[in-house]
């Protein structure tokens, strides 16, 4: 996948899964706008980047603010003439159940999230878009990124579920309304061990391991879909790459060695009443019909046990 001429933001890149997609992204050719809070983080992998022959600068700045991401849309026009691909990644967690979970749990999660993808995205589809009326025919490519509690919810994440939901809902939404400048939007929903994973009891020894040096073990990267932030990139890549120009509007998982396409939410089951429902009839309508097509809450790791 060549991305030579094409220049990208990747907010939260300092490290982990945002340094991955930086470092994948300029491999493959295309000049980097590293952006990260941690400016010693984000410097470090300005120096991977161009130690390795690539293009790259740091911009610095906590996502969510418009001043924050017009400022890299500025940064990424002053240093490469352009902008092509936007990987909206930075994010944090706050885990609580919902009865301990503060408002400013929720407030900073939500924040750095959902209103800084949104603010990156808006940032970007506007000069996305004055390229195209340019007469740029490149288009562009914005990649959100979810998690599978986005998906399926999980237990203690209320801010984070939430917010990971609305992403991809935003991907989809965008998908239509910028389609006509041939810009993509879509979400990838990766799943890697990081500094959030660890923060699950269940991967907390993985993660140590993994960061031992020692290799991912086949059940997690086969059965559970669990890789390396490695292991994510190369979904990125693609869907910055000219080969994706169809795809968008998409929810797209990966990780370890499963990649996974999920669904749109879909009508399940439909019954109608002559006038209108009555609680009864609702009542006897979701046991003989919808009760045995519930949907289960929870990751599907969770629910396989």
Known sequence: MDLAGR?????GAGRSLGRAYAIALAAAGASVVV?????????????????????A????????????????????????????????????????VLWKMS????????????????????????????QASAGDTRGGRIIVIGSPAGQF???????????KA????????WSLELARDGITANAVIPIALS????????YAEAYERFLAGEPIPTELRHDKGLGSPEDVAPLVVWLASPASQEVTGQAIGIGGDRLTLYSHPAVIETAYADGGWDAAGIDAAWRATFAAQAQPSGPPSRREG
Do not use: C
């Not at 407030?107 to 996305?128: K, N, P, Y």
């Not at 609305?166 to 939404?173: C, K, S």
């Not at 500094?195 to 269940?202: L, N, Q, R, S, Y």
């Open 166 to 173: 609305g992403l991809v809902a935003m991907a989809r939404t």
């Open 103 to 130: 408002d400013d749990d929720f407030d900073l999660v939500v924040s750095t999230h959902l209103r800084g993808t949104f603010t990156t995205g808006r940032a970007a589809a506007i000069q996305m878009k004055e």
């Open 57 to 96: 600068i740091a911009s610095v700045g906590a996502v969510g603010p418009a001043d924050t991401a017009e400022k890299l849309v500025a940064d990424a026009v002053a240093a490469f003439g352009r902008l092509d691909v936007l990987v909206a990644n930075a994010g944090v967690l706050r885990d609580r």
């Open 195 to 202: 500094p959030m994973t660890a923060t699950i009891p269940a």
């Open 7 to 11: 220049v990208a933001i990747v907010t």
């Open 35 to 55: 952006n990260d809070v941690d400016a010693d983080a984000a410097a470090e992998v300005v120096t991977e980047i161009t130690g390795a022959g690539g293009q």
């Open 153 to 163: 919810g999980n237990f203690g994440q209320t801010n984070y579920a939430a917010v």
